[in-house]
C-alpha cells in the first residue's frame, strides 16, 4: 500500500499506520450536506442566479426573447430605464402601487390593532370573531377581487340596493371610476389583510406579562393609557414583523388586480406587477426586466435595513 | 382598629371554591406573612386584598374604609411583584412617577417623592437607566420604590423573592427587614419558603386548600403547629413523624412498634385524650444524643443509617422501629454508617396529632 | 379575631362582588364595533352564497343583499360541469382536479424538501449553512415577476416547462423559506439531548430523521401541510405561467369564467365558481381554525 507517487495526502500516514482516517472537511457531514443541496441549489440558482440573470438582461434590447448577444450589439446599458420612466404607464403604475400601498397599510394596522384589542377584552364568543375576521385570508386573492368586484358593481351592487331603498342619488361607482378605482382595490385589499394582523397583534398582546397588568391597575393607569403608553411599545417587535410581511404582500399584488379591475378602467389601475407580466411575455423583454428590476430595489429599500435591524441585532445578544 | 380586616371572604371560580370563608385581622405596622405550598390560595387572597381579584363573599376593609367595591388605586395600597412589572420602555425615574404623574400631582411633589423613595433604596445613581439595565436585585429595589412613592400605609407582596438567586435572596430579606423597621407600615407578604417567613414575619398565616390553618407568630407556630399539615411545613430540616396509638392506660404513653413514649409531659389540647390511631411529631433539632440523651424521659439506642454532613452541623438517619428518624449533631462528631448511638427527647416539646385529621392533640 | 355581627346595617354596605353594569358603556362600545367588523367581514361571503343561490333573471332584477325567493341550485352544477374558460366549456371539474394534480404533490415535495432543510439547519450546521439559509430568507422578500423569466427558460431547457412538473419545481422552490423557517425553528427548540442521544447510538442523518424526529413532529407537519395546501391551492400566478393551457388551476379557470367577456354574464354561475374554487381552503380553515393561527404566527415569529 506503499504511496509510490511524490505527494502524500492528508492522512495516508495514518492509514498505513493502522489508524482510522481523520476526515477530510469536505467530507464531514456528507449526508447533511447532500440534504441540503436542494436549498443551497435554489439560493445559488434561483434567488442570487436568476434576480442577476434579470438585472444583466435589463441592460439588453431583448424583444420578445432575450437577445442573441447581450455583450455586443445587443448591449443597451440604461436605456431601458429611460424609456421606463419616460412611459406613462409606468407612473400610473408606480403611483397605484404607492397610493394603494400606504393607504392599505394604514388602514390594515389601524383597523387590525384596534380589533386585536377589542379581542383582548375578555369577550365572550372570542374563537367565533377571531374566525370571522380571519377566513379572507384563506381566500384565494383571485376570490376576493372577483366578489368585491361583484358587490361594487354599479349596475348591480351596492349602488343599486342603497337606491331600490329609497335614496336615489346615492352613486357608488368607484370601480368604474379613473380616479376612483385604486380606492375600491384598498377596501378588498384591507378586507383580505387585516384578520392577519389582527390575530398577530392579538398574538402579541397576549404576550404581555399579566403583572404589568396588575400593576398599572395599582398604579391608577387608566386602560387606554396603559395601552398607548405600556403595550404599544413593548409590542415593537410584532409591529415591525407585520409591517414587513404586509408591506411584502402589498409589492407583490397581482391577482387582487387582475381578478378585480384588470388593470381598468383603460389603464387606470395598472400595477407594477401587471405592467411587469404584460411587458415581458408580450411586447418588450428588457422593458419588463428593468421594472422589474426596479421593483425588486423598492423592495430591497424597505427589506434590508430591517433585516440588519432585525439579525444584527440577534448577533449582538 | 385593625390595618386590614377581612371578613367572612369567599372567592369562587366557577364551581370551584378556591377561598373559604376567610377572617383576618392585621394590626397597624404589622408584618404579616401569608405562608403556603403551590395552589393554597395565598396569592389570591393577596390580589383581593389589593382589589386586583372581586371576592364572591364577604368584605375587606383597609384603614377602618370598607373597599370591597374599591379599584386598587383608591385602597390605599402598595403592591410588589414576583415579576416585578417594571414597565420595561420607561426609565427608573419614569416607573417611579408614572402614576403620580397620572394622578396629576404637582412636580415637585412628585420629585420629592421620588427622591425620598431613591434615598432610602439607594437607587438614586439608578434613576436614569431603564429596566433592561438592571440586575435583578436592583429591578426589586425600584419596584419596592414604586410602592414607596405612592405614601400609603399598607404595602403588599406577592413572592417579591422568588426571581433572585439563593444569595440575593437573602440579601434583599434582610433589607426587606430594614425597611419594615424604618417605615413602620403595615406589610403584607406572600412567600412560600417558609425561612423567609419565619425570618420577616410578626405573625405568619400558613394557609393550605383556600384556608387558614394557623395564624400565630413564628415562634408559636414552630412549637406548636396546629396541624400536621403546619407542622410539615415549617422548620427545616423537616419535622420527623412516627406512626402509632395513643393508649390511655395507668399512664399515658405513645405506642409505636415495641416502643413506648411516656406522654406525661405532654399538654394535651383538648380535655379528652385520644384513644385511637395517631402521629407524633419531634423535631430533629429537639434529639439529643448520647450522655444527654439518657437523661431526657424518653431515650433508644438507634443504628446510624444515612450521614448527610450540611456543614454547619450534620444530619442524621437512622430508623426508630422502622421508621425513619433524623437528628442533628455537631459537625465535628464523626459516625458512620452502623454505628449504635442513644438518641433522646422531651415528649413536651413534641408534637401528637390525631391520624385521620391531622389535628393537634 | 373579631367574630363577625350579623348586624342589619352591614349588609347596606359594600360586601361580595362588586355590581357590574351588564351594559356598562365600554362593554357595549366594545361589542358594537366587533359586530360592525364582522358584517364587513362576512357580508362578501353571504353575498357569494346568496348570489349563487339565484336564478339569473332575480339576480338582474333583486337586490344583492336579498335572500333567494327561490333556492336553485343550476347555478352550481353550470360551473362545475359546463362554465366556458376561454375555449372549453367544460366547467370549473375540470380546474378542481388540475388544482387537485398540482397541489398534492407540491405539498408533499415542498415540505419534504423544507423538512429536511429545516433538520439539516438546526441539528447538522456546517461552515456556510447559515450564511445560506440567510440569503435564503432575504430572498422571500424578492418578487417573483423578478425571477420568473429566468425562470421560464430554466424549466424550457429542462423538458418542464408547461407541465405539472414545473409548477411542483417553482411551488417548491418559493416554498422554501417559510418552510425551512418553520422546521428550522421547530427542531431547534426540540430538546438537544435526544439528538446527541442518538447520535451516540450510532444513528446518522437520515435515521434520525426518520426514526426521532419524523414521529415528534406531528403539530409542525400539520402547520405545514395547512399553510402549503391553503397558498398552493390559492396560487394563481404560478399557475398560470408555468403549468400550462391544460393544466391551469381553478384559480385562474375561475378568472377566465369571470372576466372573459365573453355573450352574457351569468353572475349567479359566477358566484357559484367562486365558492366552489374557495370551498377547499375554507374547509380546511374552519376544521383546523387553531392550527392555522399558529402557522400564521409561525410565520412571522423568528427565531
Redesign the interface.
Known amino acids: 500500500m506503499a504511496n509510490v507517487s511524490g505527494t502524500l495526502k492528508s492522512g495516508t500516514v495514518a492509514e498505513q499506520a493502522g489508524a482510522a482516517k481523520p476526515p477530510i472537511r469536505l467530507f464531514?457531514?456528507m449526508?447533511?450536506?447532500l440534504?441540503?443541496t436542494?436549498?443551497?441549489a435554489?439560493?445559488i440558482?434561483?434567488?442570487?442566479?436568476?434576480?442577476l440573470?434579470?438585472m444583466f438582461y435589463s441592460l439588453t434590447t431583448s424583444r420578445v426573447l432575450?437577445a442573441a448577444d447581450p455583450l455586443g450589439k445587443d448591449f443597451a446599458g440604461l436605456s431601458q430605464y429611460v424609456r421606463l420612466f419616460g412611459d406613462n404607464r409606468w407612473q400610473i403604475s408606480v403611483n397605484n402601487l404607492i397610493v394603494y400601498g400606504l393607504l392599505t397599510l394604514v388602514f390594515v394596522f389601524v383597523?387590525g390593532f384596534?380589533?386585536a384589542v377589542?379581542?383582548d377584552?375578555k369577550?365572550r364568543f372570542e374563537?367565533t370573531?377571531?374566525?370571522?375576521?380571519?377566513?379572507?385570508?384563506?381566500?384565494?386573492?383571485?376570490?376576493?377581487g372577483?366578489?368585491?368586484?361583484?358587490?361594487l358593481n354599479p349596475a348591480?351592487?351596492?349602488q343599486?340596493?342603497v337606491r331600490?331603498l329609497g335614496w336615489e342619488s346615492f352613486s357608488f361607482d368607484w370601480i368604474a371610476n379613473r380616479r376612483m378605482v385604486v380606492y375600491t382595490l384598498v377596501i378588498a385589499g384591507v378586507?383580505q389583510m387585516t384578520?392577519?394582523v389582527m390575530?398577530?397583534m392579538l398574538?402579541g398582546l397576549r404576550g404581555v406579562d399579566d403583572e404589568i397588568w396588575k400593576a398599572s391597575r395599582v398604579d391608577g393607569i387608566p386602560k387606554w393609557r396603559t395601552y398607548i403608553q405600556i403595550v404599544i411599545p413593548m409590542m415593537r417587535p410584532?409591529f415591525v414583523?407585520?409591517l414587513?410581511?404586509v408591506a411584502?404582500g402589498i409589492?407583490?399584488t397581482?391577482?387582487l388586480v387582475?381578478?378585480m379591475t384588470?388593470g381598468g378602467p383603460g389603464l387606470s389601475s395598472q400595477f407594477p406587477?401587471i405592467y411587469?407580466?404584460e411587458y415581458?411575455?408580450v411586447s418588450n423583454?428588457s422593458q419588463?426586466?428593468a421594472?422589474?428590476?426596479m421593483?425588486?430595489i423598492t423592495?430591497a429599500i424597505?427589506?434590508?435595513p430591517w433585516?440588519y435591524y432585525?439579525?444584527g441585532r440577534?448577533r449582538t445578544q | 382598629m385593625a390595618s386590614v380586616?377581612v371578613?367572612?371572604m369567599s372567592l369562587s371560580f366557577g364551581q370551584v371554591e378556591v377561598l373559604k370563608k376567610l377572617?383576618?385581622?392585621i394590626g397597624q405596622g404589622e408584618f404579616l406573612v401569608l405562608l403556603g405550598p403551590s395552589g393554597c390560595g395565598k396569592s389570591t387572597l393577596l390580589n383581593c386584598i389589593a382589589g386586583l381579584l372581586?371576592?364572591?363573599?364577604?368584605?375587606i376593609f383597609i384603614s377602618g374604609k370598607?373597599?370591597?367595591?374599591e379599584e386598587p388605586k383608591d385602597r390605599g395600597i402598595g403592591m410588589v411583584f414576583q415579576s416585578y412589572a417594571l414597565y420595561p420602555q420607561m426609565s427608573v425615574e419614569g416607573n417611579l412617577s408614572f402614576g403620580l404623574k397620572n394622578a396629576g400631582l404637582p412636580r415637585d411633589e412628585i420629585a420629592r417623592r421620588v427622591q425620598r423613595a431613591s434615598d432610602i433604596l439607594q437607587i438614586g445613581p439608578l434613576l436614569k437607566r431603564k429596566p433592561s439595565a438592571l440586575s435583578g436585585g436592583q429591578r426589586q429595589r425600584v419596584a419596592i420604590g414604586r410602592a414607596l412613592v405612592r405614601d400609603v400605609d399598607v404595602f403588599l407582596f406577592d413572592e417579591p423573592l422568588s426571581n433572585l438567586d439563593a444569595k440575593l435572596r437573602s440579601e434583599l430579606r434582610v433589607e426587606i427587614k430594614r425597611l419594615h423597621q424604618r417605615l413602620n407600615n403595615t406589610m403584607i407578604y406572600v412567600t412560600h419558603d417558609q425561612i423567609e417567613a419565619m425570618t420577616l414575619a410578626d405573625r405568619i398565616a400558613v394557609m393550605y386548600g383556600g384556608e387558614i390553618q394557623q395564624?400565630d407568630t413564628p415562634q408559636a407556630i414552630y412549637n406548636k403547629p396546629v396541624n400536621r399539615f403546619v407542622a410539615g411545613f415549617i422548620g427545616s430540616p423537616g419535622m420527623n413523624f412516627m406512626d402509632g396509638s395513643v393508649a390511655n392506660g395507668s399512664a399515658t404513653v405513645f405506642r409505636t412498634g415495641d416502643i413506648a413514649v411516656p406522654l406525661d409531659r405532654y399538654r394535651f389540647d383538648d380535655a379528652i385524650k385520644s384513644n385511637g390511631e395517631a402521629v407524633l411529631g419531634v423535631r430533629p433539632e429537639h434529639i439529643v444524643y448520647g450522655s444527654a440523651a439518657s437523661g431526657q424521659p424518653f431515650s433508644q439506642e438507634v443504628e446510624v443509617e444515612v450521614v448527610e454532613p450540611m456543614g454547619s452541623d450534620t444530619l442524621v438517619w437512622g430508623k426508630l422501629c422502622s421508621q425513619n428518624l433524623s437528628f442533628r449533631v455537631e459537625a465535628e462528631k464523626s459516625l458512620k454508617v452502623g454505628d449504635r448511638i442513644l438518641i433522646g427527647f422531651d415528649p413536651g416539646r413534641a408534637s401528637l396529632f390525631d391520624n385521620a385529621s391531622g389535628r393537634r392533640l | 379575631?373579631?367574630a363577625?355581627a350579623v348586624d342589619p346595617a352591614?349588609f347596606r354596605?359594600?360586601?361580595?362582588?362588586?355590581?357590574h353594569r351588564r351594559f356598562a358603556p365600554a362593554t357595549i362600545m366594545?361589542?358594537s364595533?366587533?359586530l360592525v367588523?364582522?358584517v364587513?367581514?362576512?357580508?362578501?361571503?353571504y353575498?357569494?352564497v346568496v348570489?349563487s343561490l339565484k336564478g339569473l333573471d332575480e339576480?338582474?332584477l333583486g337586490?344583492?343583499?336579498a335572500p333567494p325567493l327561490e333556492i336553485t341550485f343550476e347555478p352550481w352544477v353550470k360551473a362545475w360541469t359546463s362554465a366556458c374558460t376561454g375555449l372549453y366549456c367544460e366547467g370549473l371539474k375540470v380546474g378542481f382536479f388540475n388544482s387537485v394534480f398540482i397541489t398534492i404533490p407540491s405539498v408533499i415535495v415542498s415540505i419534504a424538501?423544507g423538512s429536511?432543510?429545516g433538520y439539516?439547519?438546526a441539528n447538522?450546521r456546517?461552515k456556510g449553512?447559515d450564511t445560506?439559509?440567510?440569503?435564503?430568507?432575504?430572498?422571500s422578500?424578492?418578487?417573483?415577476?423578478?425571477?420568473?423569466?429566468?425562470?421560464v427558460?430554466?424549466t424550457t431547457k429542462l423538458g418542464i416547462y408547461s407541465t405539472l412538473y414545473a409548477v411542483i419545481v417553482v411551488h417548491?422552490?418559493f416554498g422554501?423559506p417559510i418552510l425551512?423557517l418553520l422546521f428550522r425553528n421547530y427542531f431547534a427548540s426540540l430538546p438537544v439531548e435526544l439528538f446527541k442521544a442518538a447520535r451516540v447510538d450510532g444513528a446518522?442523518?437520515?435515521g434520525i430523521f426518520f426514526r426521532i424526529m419524523m414521529p415528534m413532529s406531528l403539530p409542525i407537519f400539520s402547520v405545514a401541510i395547512i399553510l402549503q395546501v391553503?397558498g398552493i391551492?390559492?396560487?394563481?400566478?404560478f399557475g398560470l405561467v408555468f403549468a400550462g393551457l391544460r393544466n391551469y388551476p381553478m384559480?385562474v379557470q375561475?378568472?377566465n369564467i369571470?372576466?372573459s367577456i365573453q355573450g352574457v354574464r351569468e353572475?349567479n354561475v359566477?358566484?357559484a365558481a367562486?365558492l366552489l374554487?374557495?370551498l377547499v381552503?375554507?374547509v380546511?380553515?374552519?376544521v383546523s381554525?387553531r392550527l392555522?393561527?399558529r402557522g400564521?404566527?409561525a410565520?412571522?415569529?423568528?427565531?
Open positions: 464531514r457531514n449526508a447533511a450536506k440534504a441540503l436542494p436549498m443551497m435554489t439560493v440558482f434561483v434567488f442570487i442566479g436568476c434576480t440573470w434579470t432575450p383597523i384596534l380589533l377589542f379581542m377584552q369577550i374563537n370573531f377571531r374566525t370571522i375576521f380571519l377566513y379572507p385570508f384563506a381566500l384565494s386573492f383571485v376570490i376576493t372577483l366578489v368585491w368586484q361583484w358587490m348591480f351592487g351596492l343599486k340596493s331600490d378586507w384578520g392577519l390575530a398577530l398574538a410584532v414583523t407585520a414587513v410581511i411584502a409589492v407583490r397581482y391577482d387582475v381578478a384588470g406587477t411587469i407580466y415581458m411575455f423583454l419588463g426586466l421594472a422589474s428590476t421593483l425588486l423592495v424597505i427589506v434590508v433585516a432585525e439579525f440577534r | 380586616s371578613r367572612e377572617n383576618l385581622d372581586d371576592v364572591s363573599a364577604g368584605q370598607n373597599v370591597t367595591w395564624l | 379575631m373579631s363577625t352591614r354596605e359594600p360586601s361580595g362582588p362588586k355590581p366594545v361589542y364595533v366587533l367588523a364582522a364587513y367581514y362576512l357580508l362578501p361571503l353575498v357569494m348570489t339576480v338582474r337586490n344583492i343583499f424538501v429536511v432543510s439539516g439547519l447538522w456546517f449553512s445560506f439559509f440567510t440569503i435564503l430568507l432575504v430572498g422578500f424578492i418578487p417573483y415577476q423578478v425571477m420568473i423569466y429566468p425562470l427558460i430554466l417548491t422552490i422554501m425551512t446518522g442523518f437520515w391553503t391551492w390559492n396560487d394563481f400566478l384559480t375561475l378568472n369571470v372576466n353572475y359566477n358566484m367562486t374554487t374557495g381552503p375554507l380546511i380553515y374552519f381554525g392555522f393561527v400564521i404566527a410565520g412571522a415569529v423568528k427565531g
